[in-house]
């Protein structure tokens, strides 16, 4: 226990159990349910899965193994990255989009783009992003309130829209509902519709002979996202050129040396860049913080706990890059929502050489899957792993775990570069949501976890929301109280 009080729970209470497809029971092989199944992965991979360390599966003329052990996920993700490169099956399944973005590429060519990225989400410069992810904040609270009649709808739209809309702020200084922006957060919908395949076929190791099965309508979404970000990126560069470029992420990565060759991304190398930090920036923070809102409907002491830190720390004031920190329990909340859901659920990595791991002889060439879906509920590292329990990272076991089976964002030199981003983004938008709205449960629903670009909930995540009494729903209200301009700027 940390002496917060939003962090003081009873130990007698029962915590909430949410849904986790059953795992399969049978000896056949999952491959046939899974290509059947198409988007229910986790219910094809055997529930051994949950309590094991290694697990291999023939697959056609290729193997895979899962890593599930922390020392041997330690080995592939930590110790020895360069040796266990991304899979090309990856690249291929995703280039039509991102090109050769720092998130597919492997070498020295994904280490020089790194060198490039890493320093534009450096701690200082998330303090100055911080007003405008404020103003998304301010909007999303608008649009919610509109929301809040206590009737069941999902949640997830809402969640994209201001994730995007964050996103495309942070970037290109441009919200999300001017009409070029839309358009290409328009066309990311049909991409994400027309693709869960990807990662599926990734999952598999598939070679390169498998069929495509889907090209034509995400390869083309694909397309029309790159031209439509071209423009922007583009126009930046004469922005830049004249002098009268904005301070953002745009801006800072277009200006940045390698410090080792001097080399600056060129438009192409930069659009790669910037097509995964719309697609890793705002679906991933979107499917977390749908599945945030679920487990706090269905928990309202959690929820209760969150808004009493959420108004003991923000008031009724803006809130203020300082006060995120603050926002502990808030922040464990998100933690354990990304433990039960998390948004990548596997990450698949080649052996470059032959490898022992425990009894097996892993041959040069097979897949190794790290899924932080079976990691994080581990029934032989965690304690009660598939209940929903925020107050875990406090206990000896939670610590522990954090440090050796928890990884959201991955771990290692490939570590995802926005999680810093995204834990501010989260704090933020959560902590306006519950001081101002309570998110109900809907009656007789349970979302299945289904694999999109992200795990999702299949259908949507459902809720119910009301406005908190004697809160104001409107962006204006806190702004009056700090005399402040949308913009941050003093009135
Ligand atoms: C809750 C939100 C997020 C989650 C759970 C998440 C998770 C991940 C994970 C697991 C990876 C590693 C994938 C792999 O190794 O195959 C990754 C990589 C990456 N993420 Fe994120 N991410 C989030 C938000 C963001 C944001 C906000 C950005 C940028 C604005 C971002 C940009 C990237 C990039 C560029 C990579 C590739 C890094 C590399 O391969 O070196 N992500 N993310």
Redesign the pocket.
Known sequence: MTGCPFHDASPAKEKFRPPKPPGRKSKASGLVKLLVGRSNIFSAMNERLYRGWLGRSNLLIHQAFLVNQPDLVRRV?VERPMEFP?SPV?RRALEGLLGE?????NGEQ?KR??RM?DPA?AGGKLRGLFPVMRDCADDMVARVADMADGIPRSIDSEMTHVTADV?FR?LFSTPITQKDAYAVFEAFGRYQQAAPFVSLRSLLGAPSLWPRWFPSKSDQAGKEIRRLLLAFIERRRVEIDEGQAPDD?ATAIMTTRDPESGHMFDAVEMLD?VA??FL???E??A??LGWTLYLISKDQEVQDRMRAEAQEVLGDRKPDFSDMKALSFTRDVFREA?RLY???PF??RRASKRERMRNYDVPKGSSLIVS?WFLQRHEKLWDHPDLFDPDRWNTENGRERARDAY????VG???????G???Q??ALLLSELVRRFKFLPVENYAPTPVMQV?LRAGGGVRVRIEPVEGSSTKAEAHLRTTGETSNGARA
């Open positions: 993700m991304k990856m973005s720092v998130f597919v590429t994904w783009q790194r990225i989400f996103i942070t992420l860049q995964i930090f890793a920036g705002h991933t923070s499917a977390a990304m998390p948004p990548v990450v698949i932080q990884i959201p964002f991955s030199a490939r570590v995802c570069p926005g999680a981003f995204a834990l983004e989260a992200t």
